[in-house]
T-cell receptor, first 114, second 109 residues
């Protein structure tokens, strides 16, 4: 299995631009998660889906952030407009059921907003 | 989630056991202790978790003190590939844990 796939791996953009991060979960996994990691705040859960339905988006920082999961094999996290404080590593993870021990993380997207 | 305290860094000789401590003195009764690690430039990797009993899996062992105020992650035979940052988290819910600074483990050849 290829594991969780994220693209792009690195993104550099200017403040005000739209950024779209993409994730392909492990086949058969019915939970998908988006996390953000920074030195200051550590790893934070932004949103998670179960069977393509958003379950908890309380971690989404503000309306500039949106996430979609149109089907079981694809999800996007969009930031519009982007700001320098959004610079972070964004991880996507998927799991087979709610058991944390089945959760696998992708390699992350390193975002830098200038 | 309860606050956890870990040493900033540790070294371990290859082939020896690595014992990583964690203090979680304010842990509540329904909070589990989770351990994750993050190898450089990779996503976090789940290692093990437990409530109050000691746990063992193919990766590691978790020893939780009887009062649950501290725990130790044991990598029985550390290899160079175990060099990573190890995070201890005390949390009641799944997924919403926040990683702190962790322990940077360096396995030495």
């Amino acid at each position: 299995d290829a594991g969780v796939i994220q693209s792009p791996r690195h993104e550099v953009t200017e403040m005000g631009q739209e950024v779209t991060l993409r994730c392909k979960p492990i086949s058969g996994h019915d939970y998908l998660f988006w996390y953000r990691q920074t030195m200051m705040r550590g790893l934070e859960l932004l949103i998670y889906f179960n069977n393509n339905v958003p379950i908890d988006d309380s971690g989404m920082p503000e309306d500039r952030f949106s996430a979609k999961m149109p089907n079981a094999s694809f999800s996007t996290l969009k930031i519009q407009p982007s700001e320098p404080r959004d610079s972070a590593v964004y991880f996507c993870a998927s799991s087979l059921g709610p058991q944390v021990e089945t959760q696998y993380f992708g390699p992350g997207t390193r975002l830098l907003v200038l | 989630d309860a606050k956890t305290t870990q040493p900033t860094s540790m070294d371990c000789a290859e082939g020896r056991a690595a014992n990583l401590p964690c203090n979680h003195s304010t842990i509540s009764g329904n909070e589990y202790v989770y351990w994750y690690r993050q190898i450089h430039s990779q996503g976090p990797q789940y290692i093990i978790h437990g409530l109050k009993n000691n746990e063992t899996n193919e990766m590691a062992s978790l020893i939780i003190t009887e009062d649950r105020k501290s725990s130790t992650l044991i990598l029985p035979h550390a290899t160079l590939r175990d060099t990573a940052v190890y995070y201890c988290i005390a949390a009641s819910g799944t997924y919403k844990y926040i990683f702190g600074t962790g322990t940077r483990l360096k396995v030495l050849a």
